[in-house]
């Protein structure tokens, strides 16, 4: 017999040659591939920045402010929660799953069914306060674990401005989709006369948002799984949960360093937040401000479909003109539309339908244009960070700003549900307010005390007029675009292959010192490292 010798270790399975990890050219159906995720995530961001509210407080059995607060208190665990996947999916290539699913997409794998199973169960009337604070706070979560990974893959399919602008062009598109269906859906259906048009239209968006998730996972990428890479990895310290938790509230609080990236962050929240608030009070508006009907005001709110043709356009748009002009358009538009929405009121003109169609597409078209750009300009936001440090954090940025919109979301809906409880708001069924029949469409009962009508049209006009005129004003301070883009990456590429940052033109330097917020010296801290031999550069975030 053979006596046994001492085994090799058993080679790792090289799962670099997979799908997942296979580049390839990013042609409008792969782009539509990726973008068909934003039918949940335009969907899901309308839905709570438009509909809950209204749905809470007249069949949900729960006040405004009981309201504001199921969405405040969500949105605020759930952000703390997001500010760890950023981190998590950055680092999953760590585990076997990360290895063989990919470390972004198997958060893909695993949210599909969690969102056909969770998103139905919020669409049943009647379940008070707690129940809806649970399940909502459940589907923040499940959606946090999706759209936060599925954020960062422009940054790993493609280095290419095009390309990212083409995977950033379509998924607006369905975004725009989705904020109409959010709203056609239990329209049609209520108009129809069915009491369960609510439930209804959430089951088939879960199962819509669901495919689009599962349709994601099988025709995206990320960057290839290399022995280096996996090297590069492993070499990093594993850390606690607390720890892990300490070091990314860190790595969060850097990205504030990086001053296009305050800019675009007041730019995006300041924007997203005030199309939370108007859309959160418009079906308020219209029902008790105008005495319009429900179904009214949600067909009102699906007038979003018209930036289905903006958000085409807007892709053009963006790579002819930039970001700047693209904002002021948006901004100019919208201001006007409220302006007009509030004269409305105002002057309580008889038979308005017509003029607040127009209206409405007006600021549909101007929303359009709000909800393409900050996320067209965001996947270039890192290469900044890159130059500052060395390093690709593309998913501590997302996590940033996923964390930023839904504290600000939060905190709208809160000031929604207090002005308009505070106002004399009375919800459905109690005594003295509306009267809530199961079989009503339109022909409800709509009696309120004075003061309500004139509390909703303030929240609904003003409010998100003072945040638009904010955003207007940083967006003409924002330089980062096509041009600005390309001498950022070429000054990159000059550094990487050795070069001194003493040796930089100073018209370069002078960019990048606007771009990053800080004296052009004090960028790109590997110098001496790369000089010295011993800096690696590090794979794509």
Same mark, same amino acid.
């Given at each position: 017999m053979h006596s046994r010798? !001492?085994?090799?270790?058993?080679?790792?399975? *090289?799962?670099?040659?997979?799908?997942?990890?296979?580049?390839?050219?990013?042609?409008?159906?792969?782009?539509?591939?990726y973008g068909v995720v934003d039918l949940m995530g335009g969907g899901w961001n309308t839905i709570v920045g438009g509909l809950m509210l209204f749905f809470?407080?007249?069949?949900?059995?729960?006040?405004?402010?009981?309201?504001? @607060?199921?969405?405040?208190? @969500?949105?605020?665990? *759930?952000?703390?929660?997001?500010?760890?996947?950023?981190?998590?999916? !950055?680092?999953?290539?760590?585990?076997?799953?990360?290895?063989?699913?990919?470390?972004?997409?198997?958060?893909?794998?695993?949210?599909?069914?969690?969102?056909?199973?969770?998103?139905?169960?919020l669409w049943i009337a009647g379940m008070g306060f707690w129940y809806y604070l649970v399940v909502y706070l459940v589907i923040e979560i499940v959606m946090a674990v999706i759209l936060i990974p599925w954020e960062t893959l422009p940054n790993e399919m493609t280095p290419d401005y095009v390309g990212r602008t083409k995977l950033s062009s379509t998924r607006m598109f369905f975004s725009a989709t989705g904020t109409f269906l959010v709203f056609a859906l239990p329209a049609a259906i209520k108009a129809a006369g069915n009491p369960n048009a609510y439930l209804i239209a959430g089951s088939a968006m879960a199962?819509?948002? @669901?495919?689009?998730?599962?349709?994601?996972?099988? &025709?995206?990428?990320?960057?290839?799984? &290399?022995?280096?890479?996996?090297?590069?990895?492993?070499?990093?310290?594993?850390?606690?949960?607390?720890?892990?938790?300490? !070091?990314?509230?860190?790595?969060?609080?850097?990205t504030f360093k990086n001053l296009t990236f305050v800019k675009h962050l007041v730019i995006y929240l300041c924007s997203f937040t005030a199309k939370d608030v108007f859309s959160s009070a418009l079906t308020f508006f219209v029902v008790y401000s105008l005495a319009g009907s429900e179904t009214f005001g949600l067909t009102l709110q699906s007038l979003a479909i018209v930036g289905l043709p903006v958000t085409i356009g807007a892709?053009?748009? %963006?790579?002819?003109?930039?970001?700047?002009?693209?904002?002021?358009?948006?901004?100019?538009?919208?201001?006007?539309s409220l302006l007009a929405l509030g004269a409305v009121y105002l002057f309580d003109i008889e038979n308005p339908i017509a003029m607040l169609i127009v209206i409405g597409i007006a600021y549909q078209a101007g929303r359009a244009l709000l909800e393409f750009t900050p996320w067209n300009v965001y996947p270039f936001i890192?290469?900044?960070?890159?130059? %500052? &440090?060395?390093?690709?954090?593309?998913?501590?940025?997302?996590?940033? %700003?996923t964390f930023g919109r839904k504290s600000t979301g939060a905190i709208g809906s809160l000031i929604v549900g207090?002005?308009? *409880?505070?106002?004399?708001?009375?919800?459905?069924?109690?005594?003295?307010?509306?009267?809530?029949?199961?079989?009503?469409?339109?022909?409800?009962?709509?009696?309120?005390?004075?003061?309500?009508?004139?509390?909703?049209?303030s929240v609904t006009v003003f409010l998100p007029l003072a945040l638009i005129v904010i955003a207007l004003i940083m967006s003409r301070l924002f330089r980062l675009d096509?041009?600005?883009?390309?001498?950022?990456?070429?000054?990159?590429?000059?550094?990487e292959n050795g070069g001194a940052?003493? *040796?930089?033109?100073?018209?370069?330097?002078?960019?990048?010192?606007?771009?990053?917020?800080?004296?052009?010296?004090?960028?790109?801290?590997?110098? !001496?490292?790369?000089?010295?031999?011993?800096?690696?550069?590090?794979?794509?975030d």
């Open positions: 010798t !001492d085994a090799s270790p058993k080679a790792e399975r *090289d799962y670099s040659t997979g799908r997942v990890f296979t580049a390839k050219p990013i042609t409008i159906v792969r782009s539509m591939g809470f407080t007249t069949y949900g059995n729960v006040s405004a402010v009981e309201g504001g @607060a199921i969405l405040a208190i @969500a949105r605020i665990v *759930d952000a703390i929660v997001s500010l760890l996947i950023g981190p998590l999916t !950055d680092n999953f290539f760590r585990t076997k799953l990360g290895r063989r699913f990919g470390r972004r997409h198997f958060f893909l794998l695993i949210g599909a069914p969690a969102v056909l199973v969770t998103f139905p169960l199962v819509l948002f @669901a495919a689009g998730v599962a349709i994601a996972y099988f &025709t995206t990428w990320e960057k290839k799984l &290399t022995p280096e890479y996996l090297a590069e990895l492993e070499a990093q310290p594993r850390l606690s949960v607390w720890k892990t938790l300490a !070091d990314t509230v860190t790595q969060a609080g850097s892709g053009f748009l %963006m790579v002819a003109k930039g970001p700047r002009f693209l904002y002021a358009t948006s901004y100019v538009t919208i201001i006007a890192p290469d900044v960070d890159y130059l %500052m &440090t060395g390093q690709h954090r593309a998913g501590v940025y997302a996590a940033v %700003m207090g002005i308009i *409880d505070a106002s004399g708001y009375l919800k459905p069924g109690s005594e003295g307010g509306t009267q809530l029949d199961p079989n009503c469409v339109d022909a409800c009962v709509l009696v309120q005390p004075d003061g309500v009508s004139s509390a909703i049209a096509k041009p600005t883009h390309e001498v950022l990456l070429t000054e990159i590429t000059r550094l940052k003493a *040796d930089a033109d100073p018209a370069v330097a002078k960019l990048m010192s606007k771009l990053a917020g800080r004296r052009y010296e004090k960028l790109w801290p590997v110098e !001496d490292a790369l000089r010295a031999g011993t800096w690696r550069k590090p794979s794509d």
